[in-house]
């Protein structure tokens, strides 16, 4: 048995799998690079290591181990700032035979600043399971619009807070928009979800943080504001 001739396939398959993923990732940096110059951002394919740290309410950055953003574009869009980039992540497991394994996970997201204080609140696409937790009763909040409560999941410790930003317009504006995982923290808005973003579905996710900030009611930016 000719050892090395029998492996020189599987050899050539690896080599090829590698140069073709190294390909893709260096197109996908220019053209990030390209859209951020384009919009007058600047553009890192870097990893940072402290997302997690630096956004710790965005429970999505804190899954797993050997987490790092890159590819991260910073930036100015209407006044608020922004950030867009690719995510990593790892999760292991341990096969049949005992050995342990490891997962790579990729997602991308945005973070827009606010401007204005903000309450915690989550908001994402209804599954299956809350279907089922909400049958034993771990109930998200419910809004008027039937149809809003059925297609997203909400959860805010502050129940007042989500039906001051979910009112009538942004509920319709939602249900019309590309779905996302949206969450606040005190200051910023989150948008992700799973996979990797093209350069439409970061326009897409800074347009529903957009959409979301630009529909608080008068009265709401008064208080937020300390305005009497």
């Known amino acids: 048995m000719d050892f090395p001739v029998i492996f020189i396939p599987i050899i050539l398959l690896i080599v090829g799998i590698i140069i073709l993923s190294a390909y893709f990732s260096a ?28 956004f710790s309410a965005f429970k999505l950055l804190r899954q797993g ?15 608020r700032s922004l950030i867009a980039f690719d995510y990593h992540y790892e999760t292991h497991s341990t096969n049949s035979k005992g050995h342990r ?11 827009m600043e606010s401007n204005l204080p903000l309450k915690p609140l989550f908001i994402r696409p209804e599954g299956f399971f809350d279907k089922i937790t909400e049958f034993f009763g771990a109930d998200d909040i419910d809004f008027e619009s039937a149809e809003f409560s059925r297609t997203f999941f909400v959860k805010a410790d502050d129940r007042r807070w989500a039906y001051d930003v ?10 019309q928009s590309p779905r996302f995982t949206i969450q606040f923290d005190h200051t910023h808005v989150f948008a992700a979800r799973s996979g ?12 529903v943080i957009k ?18």
């Open 27 to 54: 197109k996908r940096r220019k053209e990030l690079m390209l859209w951020a110059q384009a919009k007058g951002w600047s553009f890192s394919p870097e990893k940072d290591h402290t997302f997690d740290s630096r």
């Open 65 to 79: 181990e050997n987490r790092y953003a890159h590819n991260i574009i910073r930036g100015i869009w209407n006044e």
């Open 101 to 111: 394994q490891t997962h790579h996970h990729h997602f991308s997201a945005v973070i």
């Open 166 to 175: 979910l009112h009538a317009r942004t509920m319709e504006f939602l249900l």
């Open 196 to 207: 990797t973003f093209k350069i439409t579905d970061f326009q897409d996710a800074l347009g």
């Open 211 to 228: 959409g979301i900030l630009d529909r608080f009611p008068p009265y709401l930016v008064k208080q937020l504001k300390g305005e009497s």
